[in-house]
């Protein structure tokens, strides 16, 4: 690597991490404004909504940082055009450093990026919903109060007989409300709280549980066993399962172990690996628009960074449109702008030609 490809890169690394940085405490913030009203209404302190808003930042941060990278490496180009050391880069022959710099940055965005997809993501869902079960487990350990209605959360209520020595609850009563459309009600003659391998559930025995629908439609259905997962007795909504929660290593071992991947593995693994195409393609529109030297006035022309994130939303809109086709489903917005990208390579490569003879001459 060559001294200026290391200034170039460098320079392409700092614009995009200050303005990713940025971004992600924002996204930050506002995670921790949206959850207060759900944990401070479950009785948890300071410490537990700032960290569940801290776990629940990472999918959000994934979301942008090819955005980031795109608008980074967009606003150093154009600091390397407004100081005319664009130009000394082209006129001199030195353009094999600036796409090794280009290279370099791409490459590192592909890593953070791929980190962030296969790893980071999926550990801070797995452990946000660790926390919430915890959570959930405490608040309904405190809710239940023998011969006294307790609001567990906003329209859940739950009322106790009593509690024997060895934990075991006796004639347990829940009433949920929160469907718009469908009040729940549990009844048992006995319950416990256990904990295995799935996390905290309610064990319910002897009981039935009872829909009510709108139109005054009345379901029961009774069991002798009936284990109710306390996240779900007290979801907020915002709690992952299954493969959401699963690292991609995790994924690919456990189908080696079980003689092959579900159609499900392969499409998460599918659409984790977008990411790292939506960085490399995004970087190259952005390396046609803004590599190329020129003489056009700033005031003249759209902001750099709004048509990069113009050009990122359109293909998160465009793969979410085409996320159901096979395989190319989730790179097709990417796939989209590789295609802009090698338009605007040849047109701007062609013109630039064209113009270099009057700058060395100049």
């Not at 407004?82 to 450093?97: F, K, Q, V, Y």
């Not at 919430?132 to 609001?151: I, K, M, Q, T």
């Amino acid at each position: 690597m060559t001294r200026l490809s290391r200034y170039l890169s460098k320079l392409f690394a700092i614009e995009a991490l200050s303005f990713f940085f940025v971004a992600a405490f924002l996204v930050w913030i506002t995670q921790a404004l949206r959850l207060f009203d759900l944990v401070t209404a479950k009785g948890q302190d300071m410490l537990t909504l700032l960290g569940q808003s801290l776990l629940t930042t990472p999918p959000l941060a994934l979301a942008i940082i090819y955005i980031c990278m795109g608008i980074g490496m967009a606003r150093a180009l154009r600091s390397l055009q407004d100081s005319r050391e664009l130009h000394s880069i082209h006129s001199s022959g030195r353009t094999r450093a600036l796409w090794g710099a280009v290279t370099i940055f791409v490459l590192g965005g592909v890593i953070a990026v791929s980190l962030f997809a296969h790893v980071i993501e999926p550990w801070s869902k797995r452990a946000y919903s660790q926390w919430s079960e915890e959570v959930a487990a405490d608040l309904v350990g405190r809710a239940l109060n023998p011969h006294r209605f307790s609001e567990v959360v906003p329209g859940l209520f739950i009322v106790i007989g009593g509690r024997d020595a060895d934990g075991t609850i006796r004639d347990f009563f829940a009433d949920d409300k929160r469907a718009p459309d469908t009040e729940r009600t549990y009844i048992a003659d006995r319950a416990v709280i256990v904990f295995d391998d799935q996390g905290y559930n309610l064990s319910l025995e002897d009981g039935a549980v009872q829909y009510i629908r709108k139109g005054e439609q009345f379901t029961e259905v009774e069991f002798n066993r009936y284990e109710l997962s306390l996240d779900r007795l007290t979801d907020d909504g915002g709690i992952a399962s299954g493969l959401e929660q699963k690292g991609s290593l995790t994924i690919i071992a456990e189908g080696i172990s079980n003689g092959g991947l579900t159609a499900l593995a392969w499409r998460k693994l599918n659409e984790r690996l977008a990411e790292a195409t939506r960085v490399i393609a995004l970087c190259l529109v952005v390396a046609a628009l803004a590599a190329f030297p020129h003489a056009r006035r700033g005031r003249d022309r759209l902001p750099i960074e709004v048509t990069v994130l113009v050009l990122g939303l359109a293909d998160r809109t465009l793969s979410s449109i085409t996320a159901a086709w096979p395989v190319i489903g989730p790179h097709f917005g990417a796939i989209c702008l590789m295609a802009i990208a090698i338009l605007f390579f040849v047109r701007e490569n062609f013109s630039f030609r064209l113009r270099l003879p009057q700058w060395r001459a100049a």
